[in-house]
């Protein structure tokens, strides 16, 4: 297979295209060796990419040294934590559009042979993903890791161990504490680098790359701040110049990501999300992933995975278990050994290292007697307690692994964590194209719910009402107009969620929303509502006092409106201002221009291909 870059490294027509890779720094000896395109992610807005640029240089080194040309470049990130809250989280998802395209820009403009994709938080892991699978060349993924938990200390001198941004986020809602309680929070909940701790977006897309099996072992969770990350960057820079060599070299299209991210193996990595109750972001991100692959794997496909799969993991925030006690359990491959064992899996799948599952299972499970001694001591893996946004602070390791799959951070398939799967879609009357709901974060006593409805047409009017006690217990809070075209961007809403357990309401109401919720919320939080408002969806109809009726087991959603009721609502309404939000937002040409194309959320919020080609005139 002929490189793709060769049709510029070689004939006098590009001399001229050569003289500027020897101007960048190419040396023309290593020309005709495969063009390795460093996509990072870093900026220092984002404490999950603080620190990728100090991972760009150790990559593109090792890819040098490897045998290859690096060629680093930079994409944006949106800090969900710090856009949220205000108009800035608008951005956020419309960012993922923006990502792949500047990786497809970027790689298809110099005519790139590989990629090696340095992501981490919330839209820049899916947007690199979607691009992978458009772009279809030798790509191998690797995340800046996660950040420890952290230990704050209140200052009458409570310890309060392992806690995380959301804690903080509870604690600026709760009146009984102190601006001192709340500040020691604020300076010590998020202590190192990396993503959010926790089994939040962020993480939960990092243990989905490498489900699906284009991130290598531990890739979702060991730690940024841990020695093992530096050489997790450093395989990975040599397996993206392995695999370029094998499909340019030997014709060997098993390693491209199309071969790799088949509907099986969507279905694997879907399963293991499930498994794991992943971020409800995560399935956003996937159908969007689907899309970009050609791959038919759909909302009914996530609804039929998540009925039979328990939920085995039950990490922060909706369990006990920091994101290092599932690496001290065996990470992903812990997880994807106990779903094997179960027969959840598809076996006929392979990865970027390895030619099957079972191949990788033998050396990564650490439940089996062939687990490797390497894969063994990476897992005990261990935080390092030292406070500092540097990678790679320290080689702590835990005594011993976590091999206990009764009662451990990983459970095996006959002692669940929760019975059933950790995500759910629900149907009915007020979501027809469906609903998405965490169900592992939602206490068993609301798993079925029945209240009146208060209706809110923006985050910032839901903040308002939870803040000032409107909302009561026994309400169902609608979030609408939030949507993906409605917002525009399909804001994410963490603080309508801590807000509500901040007041101490959290298990008495419930919120519904067709935006998103963070992978940090917890509760009764269904988001994700298809249609949404912005395009007629029956959310659009609801209004104050009418009956909200949630059944998670049965995976039902309904306002208690008959058919001929909601029709009368709606020739109102159309008759009226129409499908529009009644508040005071601007909204950008930027925004606007997202929203022109945007799809609901049952479709990953993508942009719509069909109307594309139809405006473009381009098929």
């Given at each position: 297979?002929?490189?793709r ?11 001229g295209?050569r003289a ?12 005709g060796k ?8 870093f ?22 040294k ?5 060629r ?21 998802l ?12 970027q790689?298809n ?11 981490n ?10 691009a ?5 060349i030798?790509?191998?993924f690797?995340?800046g ?14 310890v309060?161990e ?6 903080v ?5 709760d009146d009984s ?5 709340l ?11 990396g993503?959010c701790a926790g ?11 490498e489900?699906?099996g ?6 979702g ?22 695999i370029?060599?094998q ?10 990501p199309?071969?790799?991210?088949t ?7 879907m399963?293991?999300d ?15 992933m ?7 794997f759909?909302?009914n ?14 990490a ?18 812990g997880?994807?050994?106990?779903l094997?064992?179960?027969g ?5 799948v392979?990865?970027?290292d390895?030619?099957?599952l079972e ?51 990983i ?9 059933e ?10 979501a027809?194209d ?8 939602v206490?068993?006593?609301i798993?079925k ?8 047409e ?14 009561k217990?026994?309400?169902a ?15 994410e ?6 807000f509500?357990?901040?007041?101490g309401?959290g298990?008495?109401?419930?919120l519904?929303?067709d ?22 969806g029956?959310?659009?109809l609801?209004?104050n006092?009418?009956?909200i009726?949630?059944?998670?087991p ?28 009644h ?7 930027a925004?606007k221009a997202?929203?022109a194309?945007?799809?609901s959320?049952?479709k ?5 291909p069909e109307l594309?080609d139809?405006?473009?005139g381009?098929?």
């Amino acid at each position: 297979m002929e490189m793709r870059s060769a049709k510029i490294m070689n004939g006098r027509m590009f001399a001229g295209a050569r003289a500027l890779y020897r101007a960048a720094g190419v040396d023309s000896k290593d020309f005709g060796k495969p063009i390795v395109a460093i996509a990072n992610s870093f900026d220092e807005f984002v404490p999950g990419h603080v620190h990728l640029n100090k991972v760009g240089r150790l990559v593109s080194e090792a890819v040098k040294k490897a045998g290859g040309i690096p060629r680093e470049f930079n994409t944006m990130a949106v800090d969900d934590g710090i856009a949220m809250g205000h108009t800035g989280m608008l951005y956020s998802l419309p960012s993922r559009e923006i990502i792949a395209d500047t990786v497809e820009y970027q790689v298809n403009a110099h005519c790139a042979d590989a990629l090696i994709c340095i992501s981490n938080c919330d839209k820049i892991t899916p947007g690199m993903l979607m691009a992978a699978l458009r772009l279809n060349i030798p790509t191998v993924f690797v995340s800046g890791g996660p950040m420890e938990a952290g230990t704050t200390v209140l200052p009458d001198g409570t310890v309060k161990e392992n806690t995380d941004l959301i804690d903080v986020m509870y604690a600026s809602a709760d009146d009984s504490m102190s601006d001192d309680d709340l500040l020691a929070f604020e300076r010590t909940v998020c202590p190192t680098c990396g993503s959010c701790a926790g089994m939040f977006t962020a993480n939960s897309m990092n243990c989905l790359t490498e489900a699906i099996g284009l991130a290598l072992p531990g890739n979702g969770t060991v730690l940024a701040s841990h020695g093992y990350r530096k050489q997790l960057f450093e395989r990975a820079a040599q397996q993206v110049v392995k695999i370029a060599n094998q499909y340019y070299q030997h014709d060997d299209e098993s390693v491209l990501p199309r071969s790799i991210a088949t509907k099986h193996a969507f279905e694997n990595a879907m399963t293991m999300d499930v498994a794991m109750g992943g971020s409800t972001n995560t399935v956003l991100h996937i159908l969007a992933m689907a899309q970009s692959a050609d791959v038919d794997f759909t909302l009914n496909d996530i609804e039929r995975i998540s009925h039979t799969v328990p939920c085995i993991c039950k990490a922060s925030p909706s369990g006990e278990w920091e994101i290092s006690d599932v690496h001290r359990a065996g990470g992903i491959t812990g997880i994807l050994g106990e779903l094997d064992r179960a027969g959840k899996l598809h076996r006929d799948v392979h990865s970027i290292d390895y030619p099957s599952l079972e191949a990788k299972l033998d050396e990564w499970d650490i439940m089996r007697d062939s687990c490797t001694e390497y894969a063994k001591d990476f897992y005990r893996a261990a935080p390092g307690h030292i406070v500092s946004p540097e990678p790679w602070t320290h080689e702590t390791k835990f005594d011993s692994l976590d091999t206990d799959r009764v009662n451990g951070a990983i459970h095996d398939i006959d002692h669940p964590a929760v019975t059933e799967g950790g995500l759910a879609v629900l149907r009915g009357n007020l979501a027809p194209d469906g609903a998405v709901v965490k169900t592992a974060g939602v206490p068993k006593e609301i798993w079925k719910f029945r209240g009146p409805a208060l209706v809110v047409e923006s985050q910032e009017q839901a903040v308002e009402v939870i803040l000032n006690d409107t909302l009561k217990p026994g309400q169902a809070l609608i979030i609408r107009y939030e949507g993906p075209k409605g917002g525009p961007g399909m804001q994410e809403m963490l603080y309508p969620t801590s807000f509500v357990k901040g007041k101490g309401i959290g298990k008495d109401v419930a919120l519904i929303t067709d935006g998103r919720y963070s992978g940090g919320s917890s509760g009764l939080s269904i988001g994700h509502v298809a249609p949404e408002a912005a395009s007629g969806g029956n959310i659009a109809l609801v209004e104050n006092g009418d009956i909200i009726t949630i059944d998670i087991p049965n995976r039902t959603i309904n306002v208690e409106l008959t058919d001929e009721e909601l029709a009368e609502r709606r020739a109102k309404l159309e008759a009226g201002d129409g499908y529009v939000a009644h508040r005071d937002r601007k909204v950008s040409q930027a925004l606007k221009a997202f929203a022109a194309f945007a799809r609901s959320a049952d479709k990953g919020a993508t942009r719509d291909p069909e109307l594309i080609d139809r405006l473009s005139g381009l098929a």
